[in-house]
C-alpha cells in the first residue's frame, strides 16, 4: 500500500471489499434464516374463535351494525324518552338526527351523544355506524344505537395523499419504501395477530415479526448492499436491547396492559391473550420503525464523510459520525416524547383539574405504560447509534472508500452484498 501516490485515495484490493461483505453476511444470514424458520413454526392456523366479538355485541341475539347517511337533524323529543309519561316521567328534548340506512327502508331517527356534537354537528351527507336493536322486542326506548362515524373517505384521501408527496419527493425508492410499508402491515395482519390471538408467545412473535419485516423492508427500500446490512444490523442490536429491557421492566413495574377499553374487550372474549405480552409485543413494533429510522441515517452519514475525507482515520470517522448521531439522538427523543405528551392531553388535564401530583399521575395505569414505552424505546435507540457508527466504519475501511475510486468501490461492495 505504500507505493500509492501520497494525495491518491486509497482503493483496498477486491479481496477486503468481499472479506467485509461475507462478515456482514455471515452475521445476517443465520439471523435471517432463524427469523424464517421462526415464522414458519409461529405461523398461525387460526385456532381462534374470528367472530368472538361479534357474538359478544350480539348479546340480544338481534342486533345488527348497520351504516347510514345523515340526512338532517333537529331538535325535538328523545326517542329515548318516548313513553316515559305514561309511568309519571318526562320527555326530554335533545338533537335527533335522522339517518338513511344504507341498506335500504325508511329513514330512522338516532340520538348522538351530545360530548360528540360539542365540536362538531352531525351533517347531512356524513357517514354514521350504528346499532339497529328493531328486531329485538323492546318495550321503549329507541331501537337505534350510535357507534361512531364513517371516517373511511377522507383518511382513504389522506393516505393517497401520502403516498403521492412521498413518491414524488423521494422518487423509485420512495415508492419502495411505500410498498415496504405495505408489506409489512399486512404481513402484522396476516401472521403477528392471529399468532398472538391463538395465544403465541408474544416476545416470540414480536421479534420474530420484527425482524423479517426489517429484513425485507431495508433491502427493500435501500438497496441489497454493504450500506443497509450495517443498518440492519444496527436495527436488530437495538431490537434485542429493547426486548430485553421491556421483558425486565414489564415484572418490575406491574405493567397490566389492562388499562384501556381495547385491552378489556380483547380480555373477555380472547381470554388466551397474555395482555402484558401484547404489551410487549407493542413496543417491539413500536420501536422497530424508529430504529429503522436512526440505523439507516447514520449508516448513510458514514458513508457521506467517508466519501467526503477518504484519509479520515477509523477513530476520526467515528468520532464525526457520532456528532451528527448525537444531534439525531437529540431530535429523535423530542420526536417520540412530544408525540405522546400530545396525544395524552387529556389525561394531563384530568391531573391539572384533580389534586394529585404530576409524579403521581405519570405512575399511574395507562400513563405509566407510555412513559415506559417511550423510555426504553429512546434507549434501545440511543444505543443502536454508535453500533451502527462503528459497524459503518469498520465496513467502510474494509472496502477501502474514497473519491472516484471509492464510489467504484461501494459499486462493488453492492454488488458483492
Partial sequence: MGHHHHDEPILQDPRRRRRASIILWALLAPIGALAMVMVILLWPQGNYDKFALNGAMDTTGGATMEVGTVTRSAVQDCPSSQGLEEVGGKVLECQVTYVMPESGGAEIQLEIPPEMLQSRDARAGDSIRYLD???VDTTSGSPYVFVDF????PMALLAIAYGVVVVLVAGWRGTRAMIGLVGGIAFMIIFMVPALLEGGNPVLVGLTGSTAIMFVALYFAHGLNAKT????????FGLAVTAAMVLWLTDAAALTGANDESAITLSTVAPQISLPGLLICGVLVGGMGVLNDVTITQSATVWELAES???????????RGMRIGRDHIASTVYTIA????GAALPVLAIAALSNQSFGVTLGSGAMAEEVIRILIGSIGLVLAIPVTTAIAVMVVKATGTGGAHGKRALQSVSSDS
Avoid: D, H, N, Q
Wanted: positive net charge; proline residues 3%; hydrophobic residues 55%.
Fill in 150 to 153: 364513517v371516517r373511511t373517505l
Fill in 338 to 341: 412530544f408525540a405522546y405528551a
Fill in 309 to 319: 475525507t477518504p484519509k479520515a482515520s477509523a477513530r476520526e470517522l467515528f468520532f
Fill in 229 to 236: 446490512s450495517t443498518a440492519l444490523l444496527g436495527t436488530l
Fill in 133 to 135: 336493536l328493531s328486531a
